[in-house]
């Protein structure tokens, strides 16, 4: 994974796991800096995705806003695959609420 200046994100591909892809596809909802993606939840920004971009993302993309959040919390770069497991339990529990 390539180094990256916590103090320095200034582009979104700066931030761990974001590449050209989903860089665009948060520009697309008016995410244009690292910086707006701090108070952001993941599941919100995810779902929001799927709004505007006229489907549901794979969950891969949710996993690397939650890594993202992490990071931007002061927590080590790693790869969004180590945050699969958030992400489930994530997935799972908002499907729960929107059936109660």
């Not at 707006?36 to 806003?65: I, S």
Request: glycine residues 4%; positive net charge.
């Amino acid at each position: 994974m390539k180094r990256i200046e916590r103090n320095k994100p200034i582009r979104l591909e700066d931030l761990p796991n974001i590449g050209k892809s989903i860089a665009s596809d948060l520009r697309n909802i008016g995410i244009h800096y690292p910086d707006q993606l701090v108070n952001r939840e993941p599941l919100v920004t995810f779902r929001e995705l799927a709004k505007v971009m006229g489907h549901r993302h794979d969950p891969c993309v949710l996993y690397t806003l939650i890594s993202v959040k992490h990071f931007l919390q002061g927590e080590e770069a790693l790869p969004w695959w180590k945050y699969t497991s958030e992400g489930k339990k994530l997935l799972a529990s908002s499907s729960e609420d929107e059936r109660t």
